[in-house]
């Protein structure tokens, strides 16, 4: 069963800068998201990338700032983040972008404060 584990979290002054990756235990060709949960919200997409790398999705939030890359030859997706904000503090979670989720990993937290 596929097995997702996200890495690279952590604490950042605001305009900072952090990169996630996201390991996937199975080689597979889907469309691939990163999701965050702050406390007391709902998880919320922010970002996708389509199977061939292209195209891409940002939510409005993260737009401009946040960029979403894979590596298919190691199983990996990534997030970079630049120009942090307070309000990006949340636990970052990689999946699916569409249909049946697998099972969510441990996250990746990211706290933004100065």
């Known amino acids: 069963q596929m097995q997702l584990v996200e890495s690279g979290g952590g604490s950042a002054q605001p305009g900072g800068s952090l990169r996630l990756s996201c390991l996937m235990t199975e080689t597979v060709f889907v469309s691939m998201a990163w999701y965050r949960q702050a406390p007391g919200k709902e998880r919320e997409l922010v970002a996708s990338?389509?199977?061939?790398?292209?195209?891409?999705f940002y939510a409005g939030s993260v737009k401009g700032r946040f960029t979403i890359s894979r590596d298919d030859a190691k199983n990996l997706v990534y997030l970079q983040m630049n120009n942090l904000k307070p309000e990006d503090t949340a636990g970052y979670y990689c999946?699916?972008?569409?249909?049946?989720?697998?099972?969510w990993g441990q996250g990746a937290q990211v706290t933004v404060s100065s």
């Open positions: 990338i389509s199977r061939g790398g292209t195209p891409t």
């Open positions: 999946n699916r972008a569409s249909g049946n989720v697998w099972p």
